[in-house]
């Protein structure tokens, strides 16, 4: 496996629901991304981590949990989202939190709250 | 904070048509740029990326971009599309100095017609 993977690549849930996305990236990067991808909309920064620290919490709400035990792994667990979370979730990777290279991105989650 | 314009939604062409897609941003000192590609149900890919040096970028599958400093744009263009160029195209911009965001354009789909 190459790249930045996510599983799972769709997802319905309830909105009492508590659900897990994984991300895992094989690049040997240290900075991982997670965004929220709406359609027409750009993309949002949700959570950045440097070295399993979290850097940036974007003015999320606590219904979204980010986690990283490891510099290869970030999740994002979910738990009493509402209809408008509906959206497609993005990881990205990056050599380094703080170098100018360019972001590495998973597939995405498709996520859909009912 | 930075902003970026994407100053088409939706674009129609014709195979071998040439195609021109405006991007803008407002923060007024150094920048990296890149323009990011999503073919349909794949991930977000990198294009082409600008740091520093000729303004004229050359990247992948015959795209390239100009960076016009006094302008703040950065416009994608590409001679002769083909249908499999159709895709949703994003535009994207950090401050220089090892800034860690990444602010992205609300993107433009592109549909090209066999």
């Known amino acids: 496996e190459t790249g930045v993977t996510q599983t799972p690549r769709h997802l319905v849930m309830g909105m009492t629901n508590k659900k897990s996305l994984k991300c895992e990236q094989h690049?040997?990067?240290?900075?991982m991304y997670w965004y929220k991808q709406s359609a027409k909309k750009p993309l949002e920064l949700m959570f950045v981590y440097s070295l399993e620290e979290r850097v940036e919490n974007n003015s999320v709400p606590s219904r979204f949990s980010p986690e990283c035990p490891n510099s290869s792994h970030l999740f994002l667990h979910l738990h009493t989202l509402q209809p408008e979370d509906s959206a497609l979730y993005l990881c990205?990777?990056?050599?380094?939190?703080?170098?100018?290279?360019?972001?590495?991105f998973g597939p995405g989650t498709r996520l859909t709250v009912l | 904070a930075q902003s970026v314009s994407q100053h088409n939604h939706h674009v129609i062409l014709s195979e071998a048509a040439s195609l021109e897609l405006g991007c803008n941003y407002s923060y007024g000192g150094t920048v990296n740029l890149f323009w990011y590609v999503q073919y349909p149900g794949q991930h977000l890919q990198l294009l082409l990326k600008?740091?520093?040096?000729?303004?004229l970028v050359k990247g992948i599958k015959g795209f390239e971009a100009e960076f016009i400093k006094s302008k703040f744009s950065f416009n994608l263009r590409k001679p002769s599309v083909q249908w499999s160029d159709t895709a949703e195209y994003f535009c994207?911009?950090?401050?220089?100095?090892?800034?860690?965001?990444?602010?992205f354009g609300a993107g433009t789909t592109v549909t090209v017609r066999a």
């Open positions: 690049l040997g990067h240290n900075a």
């Open positions: 994207a911009v950090n401050k220089g100095s090892n800034d860690y965001k990444l602010s």
């Open positions: 600008y740091f520093s040096g000729d303004p």
């Open positions: 990205a990777s990056r050599q380094d939190f703080d170098s100018n290279n360019e972001q590495f």
